[in-house]
Nanobody
Framework: VQLQASGGGLVQAGDSLRLSCASS????????MGWFRQAPGKEREFVAR????????YYADSVKGRFFISRDNANNTVDLQMNSLKPEDTALYLC????????????????WGQGTQVTVSS
């Protein structure tokens, strides 16, 4: 499985961005898909995930109500709509795929993309 994230950029606080992650692998619908982010000097942190099967979504408290994750199993993509962006959202955003497990831990994710940079200016 190869993952390619896109859609990042430089925006101002309050703006919106939509990130997209395309998967080249088979059986995309069988993976729980997640978005993580990593700011310079900080650990990689969970942002959002959408489960295989039911498509149930989960969000980090820091983005709840502002970010929305969705998937298109027909086109093997998972998107992250980011609204009301804040400077503290600045990070490299990575998508990941979990073949097994709930996807509640970073270790659940077997495959990672290279990421797309999001920079939010104040």
């Amino acid at each position: 499985v190869q993952l390619q994230a896109s859609g990042g950029g430089l925006v101002q606080a309050g703006d919106s961005l939509r990130l997209s992650c395309a998967s080249s692998g088979r059986a995309f619908s069988s993976y729980t898909m997640g978005w993580f982010r990593q700011a310079p000097g900080k650990e990689r942190e969970f942002v959002a995930r959408i489960s295989r099967g039911t498509g149930t979504t989960y969000y980090a408290d820091s983005v709840k109500g502002r970010f929305f994750i969705s998937r298109d199993n027909a086109n093997n993509t998972v998107d992250l709509q980011m609204n009301s962006l804040k400077p503290e959202d600045t990070a490299l955003y990575l998508c990941a795929a979990a073949q097994y497990g709930l996807g509640s831990k970073k270790l659940d994710y077997n495959y990672w993309g290279q990421g797309t940079q999001v920079t939010v200016s104040s």
